[in-house]
Structures are given as structure tokens and as C-alpha cells.
């Protein structure tokens, strides 16, 4: 049935209900519904889109471009860089002109913000600036820049100029790190083929002045770097034009990867994605390059230790209201109470644990048991139990509900007959009725794990912190150290898109924590829906 | 009508004088009341051991609630009272020192819907024999397998002991819940509607089962198919509004009801 408004042929078909006639018949709900439905499926796919997409753009190779710029007296300086976003400055050059209103004074000016590579300590570093567009010579793309990764996860872009021995390297290193005269004569100086017929070709390469590096492609460049790696009696070592021009050797030993980011096929581009997404995710910051892996530990431990102090404190309270308290109104008034507490914030529970628990129970603690600490806090500050425990406590509602619910759902028959077996009380609960309700348990834990997970309220004030070296697992008794301040997802995604001084990465970082998150907590739940499924069909 | 409410007493007490030796269960002077509703009133009946008797009567007459004063499954609702006296074995079962759970062990029950646990096959046979701390592997597999030969259902499920009982069929399921209330050993079976769920096929099967079962087990049975209670019992009570009305020989009450509420109702003009 079409709405009425669908077409209006000249004749009316006498089929066709009147509006008021189909508005009466209810069928409007029927769409009203439809329509609310692919509101929010359309809103849930986009809101993955974005993150999905913001994710896999972080990791995508991005291209490095080689920028001239001139850096005032004529003088001008290359540098290797990645630009970020376009922007505007405030112009320090402009100066008032008489008669003309302020507000038609050029004031501003267009600039771009680009990540670019600086020695720092002997080291290339990235840093990030502003460029006036004014101030750029010359912008491009070229095909045999290189961007080197050490095995420590540091950056270096620049030209493969040759590879040496070490005995070699002695004379190089004197020559190293200082700075020729002008970027474009490093190429002239060197003699030979610096441009390929392909690299002339490409409409980027408009510098011109690449430098004599070693002009084979990055396939040929990686196996000999490996070929050399397997030898390690021979100590090769790979000599890089920086951008300012100076050569910096590099042990074969320290290279983990080589790649010409410009000049990279589809597939290769997808392949690196995938590596900077597993070196993202299988290791922590401390590896030179961001990294999760720390914080992915600490919310799988954070939800498993706060379903060990919730399932059967829950589940016991649950067994309590329905299965031996009498059904009368003082009951009614505590499950209201308990289903009200779900709606109350998560940074109230933070508060609560900080206060009573850390504070009062942990202080305590601390004073008895670990009184050779002091004043240094071991349970007497924000960690890992506190955290768990400030999360049973939020959950507990959601999973005492959903038990209620399961064991309301099991026939009384099963009850009965359990009891006409001659089984008493106890035996029927656990041995029949608890058995029977395992689905609707996991489902409570599994709304429990999930908005736990997500929770970054409570964990503010509770021990989660943006970096610690501590492991929280590790081979010393009691090898689970929940005292200790943890990292955490959730709160990483917080850190990131709020705190960090570096706007542009840690916003996409925080994109990919999110999407660490939702996987982590989809891969959660299909596992109890598996778990629930094998409990569902037979034992 | 009240004038012919004392008669059944009579005819109770004769049959309970006539053959005192026989009978397991005797119920006297029983009023059932929930909350401030009689259900029942004053039920007095016996029976005999290796004996089936069917309960029939109308919808909520009170069938299934004397059929829960047997194993005291009544206790359970607080809202319910229970006067008199129920003796099992000679032992009154509402006295103080009664152990409810040793007389659901001795009185088994099998409800209206099957209602097997969300367990194995073997596994709920097992469930009361494991209660009873039956622990050893062979003990419990020697156990099953009796009991669900006397269930006559051991055919059927030999091979798959160990999948869900829910994947039995419906008659399967009722005959697997007999199993289990047989595994415990009781001396009676309370069946409270068993075939009512039933195609008449397995309807047909049960009846042969009761049949056999009542060579070793005393059984009383709810049922509103009176076709069903002619085939299967020895003994019939017909009850309404909460009084047994006639208590008699099955091939009697048939065919020659005393009562003028007995012969409407099974002559299918009640109500």
C-alpha cells in the first residue's frame, strides 16, 4: 500500500484510498517506523565510516614531498615534508597603508602546516611549522625519496646515495653532517645518472636536482639491504642525503624498512598500511612510533578483573530477589532501586570509589599492610582493581536485570520439577535453574562488558593514565599487579583527541583507538554469543 | 445435592475397612485452602498399592492441587494452608518431622507439559541420582539405562544419551521425564495430565507404559480424557468444586455412577 501522494494520474484508480482512509488504516506506522529504523542504521554506518575511514587514512603512506623554501636575504632551505592542513597566518610583513580602512588591510596570509624533518642532536626529527605559501621556491614529489625506518621506529627521509664498509665509514663521518653550500649542488657534484628516464617524466619532478642515489628501484634496494643484513660480518652501512645536504651513514644493521613513499604501487601502499597499523597496534609508545598495545592489555584486564568482582555479586543478588525473597512490595522497591541506579553517571561512581574506597578502604590498607611505603600509596591511589571496581559497581544494575530477567524466563515446571526429584532448595537454584538461565547471565555480562569498555568517566579519577612503563602482567608475584595506574582505550581516545599538543596525528590516533575499541568490544561479544550458543543447544 | 455429600465418606471408609493391607496412600479429612478460598474439602481417599486411579473432574476442581498435597509441592506457596491428614506408608507426611525431601524421593511426580532440563538426556535421568550422591560412572550408567528401559524409551535414545533432551519429540520428552522421576526409585507416581501435550500416537504409547509401570509402582493419575482413565485405571475419583464426589472401581463408575454428578459429567451434560 502506497501513500497517496505517490502519483496523481488524471483519473483517480478507484483502488486508491483516500488519505484520511489510509492515515486511519495505521499503515502510517508502518513507515513511521521504517523510516526511524534507517535513520538510525544510516547514522550507526556513517558514524563507523568516519572512523573506519579516518583510521585507514592515518596508516595509508602518505606522499613526502621535498619543499624549497626561502628563508629571507635570498637565502633558501629544502626540507622533507609532509603537508598537513592549509591555514592562515597572521601577516608580520603587512604594514599599514595610510587611507585605507582596516579592514581591507591584507592582514593575513595563506600558509601551510607541514611536518617536516630537522636534525636535533645529530638526529632527524620531525617537527612541525607554518609555511607562508609566499615563501615557497619549489614543491614535489620525488620519485626516489626515501623514507628510512630503524629497527627503534625513528624516521629518516632522504636520498640512498651508495653503500659503504665500515672501514669506509671513518671518512665519510668526518664529512658527515656538514652542511653543503647549496641543496641543488650536492646532485651537481656527484657524477652520474641521477634521473631516471621515468623520474624526468613525472610531472612532479619539477626540482630537477635529485641527487645521485642509488637509482634502482626499492624491491632491488630492500633485497640488497636484506642480503647485506644476513652477512653481518662485512658491517655495510647505507649513506643518506639529509635534507640539508649532508650525508648521514646508517649501519644496515639499525634499517628495519626502506620505502620511496612517492613512487609506490597501489598494493605496496596497502601493504605498508597494514604494517603501520600491526606495528601500531602490537607495541607501545615506547618503540619511538605511537602504539597501543599497552592499553589494549589494560582494558582486557581492566573488564576481566571487574567481571571476576561482578558476576557473582551480581548474579548472587539477582538469584536473591527472584528465586527466595517473597514478592512483596519491599522487594518491588529494591529492584526499582537497583534498575534507577543504572541512570546514575559513571563519574559519580568514580567519585564514590576515590572517596570511600581508595581513600577510606585503600588508605587503611596501605596503613596496615604497606606502612614501610609510606607515604608512598599502594592501594591508596587510583589503579587497576580501583578502576575494575568502580565499573562493577556502574554495571552491576545491567547484569542484576538481565539475570532477573533469564530466571523469570525459565518455566516453573523446570522448578517443580526439580523439587519433586527431591532436590532442596539450593540444589534446584543451582543445579537447574542457574544452568538454565547461563544464556541470560552472558547477556547481562555482555552489556555489562560492553558499556564498560566505553566508560572513560570514572577511570579520570581512578588510575588511568596516557603513559606508564609499569606492565600490569609480568613474571613477579603476585604477577597481576592491580595497584598500579593502567593505560586504557578509552582513555587514550580522550587523551589523544583533548590533551595532546600535536592536534593533527593524535586527532587520527584517536580515531584509531576508537575503532581498536568498537573491535575489541564486538570481538568480546561475538565470543559470548559463541559461549551462549553452545550453552543454548546442549551441555 | 448436600444431602448426597456424605455418601462418598461412607463408601470410602468401607473400601478402606475392606482392604486395609493394600493401600499405600490414605488421605482423611483434607481441606485445601488458598489464601481464604477452600480448594479442597474434606477428601478422604486410599490407594491401593500396584494400583493405577485416575483423577477426573471438570477444570480447576482441585485435581492438581490433591495431586501436590501428595508430595507437599503445595508448600511451596505460602498462600497456601493444608489441613488433615495424608499418610503415606502409614506415616503421616504433614507431621513435624517429616523429611520433605526423602518423601518426593518415595512419591515421583511427571507434570502436564514435558518438562525436561535444558540437559542431556543422560544427564537429566541423572540429575535425582546424583542428588542422592550416586557418583560413580558405572553406577550412574547402569541407573540411566534401567530406568529408561522401564520408561520404554532406552531404544530410542541409546545412541544419543549424551544430546540435548530438548531435541527429543514431545512424547519422547514426557517419557524421559518418567524416566527420571523412576531413577530415584519411588514408590509412587503422581502423572498430573501426562498426555495431555500429545499426539495419540505417543498418547497411545504412554498408556502401554503406565500399563507396565503399574506392576511395580502405585500410580495415580489426573487426566481429562475419561476415555483415557477407562483404559488405563483400576480405580476412578470423580471430584468437583473441590469435593471428591465418587470414588469407585473404574469399570463401575462407568457404568454404573452412584452419584447424579458423576453420570452427567461422563455422560458429557456437566455444565
Sequence with gaps: MKPAAKSAPAQPQPTRLPFSAWWRSGDAWHWYSLFTLTVSFVLIIALMMLIVFASVRYFWPQALEEWVISSGEGESQRLFAYPLRTLQLPDAAATVTEGVPEQQQPQWVDAVMIAYQQLQEQRPQWVMRAVATTDIVRRGQPRSLVLMTLVDGSEIAGYALRWVQQNEVQSWLSTALQPVAAPGDTAMAAAGDAVTGADAANPDEQLGHEPNSLAVDIQQLTKQLQALQLQSDLHWWLVMELHDGSSLPIPVQRVDRLLRVNNMSWKESLRQAGINAWQFLSHGPDHGAPGILPAIYGTLLMVLVMSVLLVPVAVLTAIYLHEYAAQNWLTGLLRAVVSNLAGVPGVVYGVFVLGVFVYGVGGSIDKLLFSGQLPLPTLGSGGLLWAALALALLTMPVVITATEEGLARIPDDLRLASLALGATRTEMVWGVVVVAARPALLTGLILAIARAAGEVAPLLVLGAIAYTEQPLLDGQFPFLHVEQPFMHLGYQVYDFAMQSGHADESIAMAYVTTLVLVLLVVALNLFAFRLRASFVGTE | ?271
Design chain 2, 1 to 271: 445435592m448436600p444431602a448426597q455429600s456424605s455418601k462418598p465418606d461412607l463408601l470410602q471408609n468401607s473400601l478402606l475397612q475392606n482392604e486395609p493391607d493394600d493401600v499405600v496412600v490414605s488421605i482423611r479429612q483434607l481441606h485445601v485452602s488458598y489464601r481464604q478460598r477452600q480448594v479442597l474439602q474434606d477428601i478422604n481417599l486410599s490407594l491401593r498399592s500396584q494400583h493405577v486411579t485416575a483423577l477426573i473432574g471438570p477444570s480447576g476442581c482441585g485435581k492438581s492441587t490433591l495431586l501436590r498435597c501428595l508430595n507437599r509441592l503445595n508448600d511451596l506457596d505460602e498462600r497456601c494452608t493444608v489441613t488433615g491428614q495424608v499418610l503415606v506408608n502409614g506415616r503421616d507426611i504433614y507431621a513435624v518431622e517429616e523429611d520433605v525431601v526423602s518423601l518426593r524421593r518415595e512419591v515421583g511426580m511427571v507434570f502436564q507439559r514435558p518438562n525436561p532440563f535444558p540437559k542431556s538426556i543422560f544427564d537429566n535421568v541423572a540429575y535425582g541420582l546424583r542428588l542422592l550422591g550416586v557418583s560413580t560412572r558405572s553406577d550412574l550408567q547402569q541407573q540411566v539405562r534401567k530406568s529408561l528401559q522401564d520408561a520404554a524409551l532406552w531404544d530410542e535414545v541409546r545412541d544419543r544419551l549424551h544430546s540435548s533432551a530438548l531435541e527429543l519429540s514431545n512424547g519422547q520428552q514426557q517419557r524421559l521425564v518418567i524416566a527420571r522421576a523412576l531413577a530415584v526409585q519411588p514408590k509412587i507416581l503422581l502423572l498430573d495430565e501426562p498426555a495431555s501435550n500429545l499426539d495419540p500416537i505417543s498418547m497411545l504409547k504412554l498408556e502401554e507404559l503406565i500399563a507396565t509401570l503399574k506392576i511395580n509402582y502405585t500410580i495415580l493419575i489426573v487426566t481429562h480424557n475419561m476415555q483415557q482413565a477407562a483404559r488405563v485405571s483400576d480405580f476412578t475419583a470423580f471430584m468437583d468444586a473441590g469435593e471428591l464426589v465418587e470414588f469407585a472401581a473404574t469399570s463401575d463408575l462407568f457404568t454404573t455412577p452412584k452419584q447424579r454428578r458423576t453420570e452427567d459429567y461422563i455422560t458429557g451434560r456437566y455444565g
